[in-house]
């Protein structure tokens, strides 16, 4: 089953995603916005499109909708909540439904936070968890913000709860390239994390070559403050040595950081 990632040179730096059966060549996109990349990427490889997602209700994630809507043969899939606002849609997902593709199960799991209605795609073979499609509840060393809809508290039990599960080797698909930011929020609050220095040097090597660096939840854990709530160092920067604040008060406490950073 392939699993294409595409940088949309958005404003906001979206990536678009396509998943596609070998044998059938049905796909779906997933967040869509640059058409042209979408329909380059069908003629390629003679896709069908089975239908569209939209992990969340937001305009740089359901941008190209109109335009590919029509080609979509189950039309537009996305939240119960976001079915009035989302631009064509016609099917709302069921928290932990599942589609077959291709020999992998795809899972539509609600993870609110950044919205009220944002879902994750998870990539499932057997018992073995292959990725997370994320869209704005979970970036590479960092998480979505909460001021278009969101809530903090909802985020924090999402990354608790759900994302905590997730083994190392996951491979993570976000929708925005915010590695750069978030790398450089990381070290003003762990310093003396090397790791940090030595991806933001990884990652504009690949950039420069017009590549994107691929992360797992292994090194995410290693790297987001957002996943490391109990760490000394950046407890004691946050002027908390003790640990007599919660984990969600340390997460929220950061989602505040991070907004004016």
């Known amino acids: ?42 003629d390629k490889f003679d896709l069908s499109l089975r239908a569209i997602f939209n992990t969340h209700e937001h305009k740089d994630h359901t941008h190209g909708n109109e335009s590919l809507s029509p080609k979509a043969k189950e039309g537009v899939w996305t939240h119960p909540l976001a079915m009035k606002i989302v631009p064509g849609a016609s099917r709302p997902i069921l928290d932990q439904e599942r589609i077959h593709f291709d020999g992998i199960d795809l899972e539509f799991i609600y993870t609110p936070g950044h919205t009220q209605s944002s879902i994750t795609l998870v990539g499932r073979k057997d018992k073995d968890i292959l ?56 070290k003003s609050l762990l310093p003396r994390n090397q790791l940090v220095d030595d991806i933001l040097g990884e990652y504009k090597v690949l950039l420069g070559k017009g590549e994107y660096l691929q992360s797992s939840l292994g090194l995410e854990r290693r790297l987001s403050t957002f ?10 920067n946050l002027n908390d040595p003790n640990l007599r604040k919660t984990e969600k008060e340390i997460f929220i406490e950061l989602r505040k950081l991070r907004d004016s950073f």
């Open 131 to 186: 990725f997370i499609i994320t869209g704005d509840t979970l970036f590479n060393a960092g998480v979505g913000n909460c001021y278009r809809g969101g809530d903090p508290s909802s985020l924090y039990e999402t990354i608790a709860k759900i994302y905590k599960l997730f083994p190392d080797s996951t491979s993570v698909y976000p929708g925005h390239d915010y590695w750069e930011n978030n790398l450089k929020f990381t």
């Open 1 to 42: 089953m392939p699993l294409i990632q595409q940088f949309t040179n958005s404003p906001l730096r979206n990536f678009q995603y396509i998943i596609w059966d070998k044998i059938t060549h049905q796909a779906i996109c997933i967040d869509p916005y640059d058409i042209n990349l979408i329909n380059s990427t069908f």
């Open 227 to 236: 996943l490391q709530l109990n760490n000394t160092e950046l407890r004691k």
